[in-house]
């Protein structure tokens, strides 16, 4: 098989098995499912991806998509990441985090498939803590990971409730995070009290 069409047959069956894998489950699928899905033999799609535990690393891994650089103000740019969840939210096929959701499938005793969702939730909290050393945030570390939690914890709380909004509130929360912090973040921002000196009795 030439390279080009063997690589176009690999992606094929990625982009079968991505789909399959988030909206239906990791372990509901197997891998006849994944190849009758794409008109292929079993055996073609073992040529491709050894076993499925290989097809799953690479289902995660493409599901790794890291944060683009932007040229907005940095504190824009957190918040705008509430609004994107929000339009994720919304859209039908929207089945929570798949890094999570493969971890909580397989358990923790999977390694491989823990060490690509610790590698993509630490990944995210340093886009976070990056953006608040920017701003200056003296405890960029810990804001960081209270924002990744509230990016999760919203994530959790749409799927039990189905409710978009869940991300509106979590942005809400993130903004008193940041004013809390120092951060402008516009708007009714909070301004710090300058308390005047008492002249001298």
């Known amino acids: 098989m030439p390279s080009a069409e063997k690589s176009d047959m690999k992606e094929r ?9 988030y909206l239906q489950g990791i372990r509901a699928i197997g891998v006849d499912t994944i190849a009758a899905e794409v008109g292929i033999s079993k055996r073609t799609l073992y040529n491709h991806f050894p076993s499925k535990d290989t097809l799953i690393a690479a289902y995660l891994e493409r ?7 932007s040229d907005k103000p940095p504190v824009e740019q957190i918040l705008a ?20 959701n493969a971890v909580a499938e397989l358990g923790p005793q999977d390694r491989a498939v823990r060490k690509i969702a610790i590698a993509f ?3 995210r909290r340093v886009w ?3 953006r608040l050393k920017e701003l200056g945030v003296a405890d960029a570390e810990a804001l960081a990971t209270q924002l990744v939690l509230l990016v999760d914890g919203s994530i959790a709380q749409d799927l039990v409730r189905d409710d978009p909004a869940m991300a509106r509130a ?12 120092g951060v402008d973040v516009g708007g009714d921002a909070v301004k710090p009290v300058v308390k005047r000196k008492r002249p001298p009795q």
Do not use: H, M, Q, Y
């Open 63 to 69: 599901r790794f998509v890291r944060a683009r650089p």
């Open 170 to 181: 979590a942005k809400e929360a993130a903004k008193v995070l940041l004013r809390n912090a």
């Open 128 to 130: 976070f803590r990056e």
């Open 13 to 21: 069956i990625l982009e079968t098995a991505d789909k399959l894998f």
């Open 121 to 123: 939730k630490e990944s």
């Open 81 to 100: 990441t509430f609004d994107s969840l929000e339009r994720r939210f919304a859209a039908k096929d929207f089945r929570g985090c798949p890094f999570v």
